[in-house]
């Protein structure tokens, strides 16, 4: 059964970055696709940034294309979003999720993962 654990979170200024990590457990992370969500207060989760098993080419929410980048290091197991740029808006839980699919895309779809985190608050304040 695979297990996410992220980590990283905390607060940061606006205009400062701050990287997340997605560890994962009990299976390889090479074989699942890994997606990044937030929630804010008051709204919906939404999908940020996603990376294929295949690691072809992340895909990422319009509003934070240049801003987020998503990696993957196979060899420790885990997942990264790095923010840069940040700005209050960007003040959410940040989750990661993970499907098993061996695929060379990704979606950012709620509905395509099966296994989630527990999620890490950021918070952009000054």
């Known amino acids: 059964q695979l297990q996410l654990v992220e980590s990283g979170g905390g607060l940061v200024q606006p205009g400062g970055s701050l990287g997340l990590s997605c560890a994962a457990s009990?299976?390889?992370?090479?074989?699942?696709?890994i997606g990044w969500f937030r929630q804010a207060p008051g709204k919906e989760r939404e999908g940020v940034s996603c990376?294929?098993?295949?690691?072809?080419?992340?895909n990422h929410l319009d509003s934070v294309k240049g801003q987020f980048t998503t990696s993957k290091d196979n060899a420790k197991n885990t997942v990264y979003l790095q923010m840069n740029s940040m700005e209050p808006n960007d003040t959410a839980i940040y989750y990661c999720?993970?499907?098993?699919?061996?695929?060379?895309?990704?979606?950012?779809?709620?509905?395509?993962?099966?296994?989630w985190g527990q999620g890490t608050q950021v918070t952009v304040s000054s």
């Open positions: 999720a993970a499907k098993s699919k061996l695929s060379r895309d990704c979606m950012l779809s709620i509905s395509d993962y099966d296994y």
């Open positions: 009990g299976a390889f992370v090479n074989y699942y696709t």
């Open positions: 990376i294929s098993s295949l690691d072809v080419s992340p």
